[in-house]
């Protein structure tokens, strides 16, 4: 009787951990922290697969479907069409939605980067940046003028310091050093004029900033020196006063600059400062344990950068769909949402996949590189948002394939309701 006992035990053991790993990816726990507690409930990732859509977007792909990914969830997270969902593709400027998500959740909507500029007891100024991405020329007679009115009376001649991040931080490691001499890689400095657009500070960031410091300088008959300085020589509790501080468009704003407009230098400076770590393996890292927390399979996200121009990046369109879900739950949803380009209004969108069932219906996120095709957002039809993630490697692109895959998700759309 006992070894009947402890057989049934054993067999219902075995069923008990069959179950999970076979629906493991199926129940996913969220854990959200909110600004008193911990409230913890459960996601069914249901599939209620919508027959009309599926065929007809097979039909779209053909013969070309292995080198495509489509997931489309409805308003609940079911999963109404999945083509290849679960296999892992290079996302390209897709790879954004992570990151201004992330930004977003952990900053709020209106966080600033702020460039500031301090007077040091030991008689020297000091300044240092967060990387805004829209400091500009301007601002330098600014800082001039702020040095300026606040001399140093006992020290003749008062130096000025910049801190910057080591040269080695300045790009992810896996860009390719092609891409460098391009605005599209220009380097992550915490301080650049222009998103280091100009030619000169593609190369060499840092000195620019130098130079047209210098310029600012002499407007004012201020012939001091200049010193770069390693940021990780800066002294927290050194005594310091603030006397000037630049702040940036608000974080909204920047999701825009990311995510409409597929700004990289932008994603990279939101990623870094939000993972408060300019080195980007370290960033990268806390942001994919962001994405884990929030319910995505780990063994489908490796993630090398913020704004999506590695190629070792991999993600599905199973997990970018899931994240899109948990943010149109968000409480800053909306600001997330109104980032993304427009379908026939603005950004990346905006000449793109226009149609009647798209145009000003489909908020969402382009991505392009080399091979790589990549589209995610939203699509508002008459029985509600839909989530919709693409990405393609099929070397027959046609943006036509895009353009029915949404028209075709949009005359389904009421498939399950």
């Excluded at 292995?66 to 999963?79: L, Q």
């Excluded at 220009?186 to 190369?203: D, E, F």
């Excluded at 080195?279 to 929030?294: G, M, P, Q, T, V």
């Amino acid at each position: 009787m006992r070894k009947l006992k402890r057989y049934i035990y054993f067999s219902i053991l075995l069923v008990s951990l069959a179950n999970f790993f076979i629906y493991k990816d199926i129940f996913v726990r969220y854990i959200i922290k909110s600004s008193n507690a911990f409230k913890t409930f459960i996601f069914t990732d249901k599939i209620k697969i919508c027959t009309l859509m599926q065929q007809d977007i097979n039909s779209i792909l053909s013969k070309d479907v292995n080198n495509w990914s489509v997931t489309v969830r409805d308003s609940s997270s079911n999963i109404i069409t999945d083509v290849n969902g679960r296999t892992m593709r290079i996302p390209a400027s897709n790879l954004k939605l992570y990151t201004t998500a992330y930004a977003l959740d952990k900053l709020g909507p209106y966080y600033k980067l702020r460039t500031k500029i301090y007077k040091n007891s030991k008689g020297f100024y000091e300044i240092k940046g967060t990387g805004d991405p829209d400091l500009n020329k301007t601002d330098f007679i600014s800082m001039a003028s702020i040095i300026k009115s606040h001399p140093y009376y006992t020290y003749a001649t008062p130096k000025i310091v910049i801190y910057e991040e080591n040269k080695n931080l300045w790009w992810p490691s896996s860009w390719p050093h092609s891409d460098r001499n391009y605005t599209y890689a220009s380097p992550i400095t915490r301080l650049a004029i222009a998103s280091n657009s100009n030619t000169y500070s593609l190369k060499e960031p840092i000195l620019y900033f130098k130079d047209n410091l210098h310029k600012s300088l002499k407007t004012f008959n201020l012939n001091y020196n200049v010193d770069i300085i390693d940021n990780s020589n800066y002294k927290k509790f050194s005594k310091r006063k603030l006397i000037y501080s630049k702040e940036s468009a608000p974080l909204y704003m920047l999701l825009s600059l990311a995510n409409a407009d597929s700004h990289n230098f932008t994603s990279e400076v939101l990623l870094r400062n939000t993972a408060k770590s300019w080195d980007s393996s370290i960033a990268s890292l806390r942001l994919s344990k962001w994405l884990i927390a929030k319910g995505i399979d780990s063994s489908f996200i490796y993630i090398h950068d913020g704004s999506g121009l590695s190629r070792k990046n991999m993600t599905t369109t199973h997990s970018i769909s899931h994240l899109l879900y948990y943010m149109s739950k968000h409480k800053y949803k909306d600001y997330y949402i109104s980032s993304m380009s427009l379908v026939g209004a603005r950004g990346t969108l905006k000449d793109k996949y226009i149609s009647k069932s798209t145009n000003y219906k489909f908020y969402g996120k382009t991505g392009t590189l080399t091979g790589i095709r990549s589209l995610s957002g939203y699509l508002f039809t008459p029985h509600g948002k839909v989530i919709v993630s693409i990405i393609s490697t099929s070397l027959d692109y046609s943006p036509i394939y895009f353009t029915d895959i949404l028209s075709s998700v949009h005359k389904h759309s009421s498939c399950n309701s």
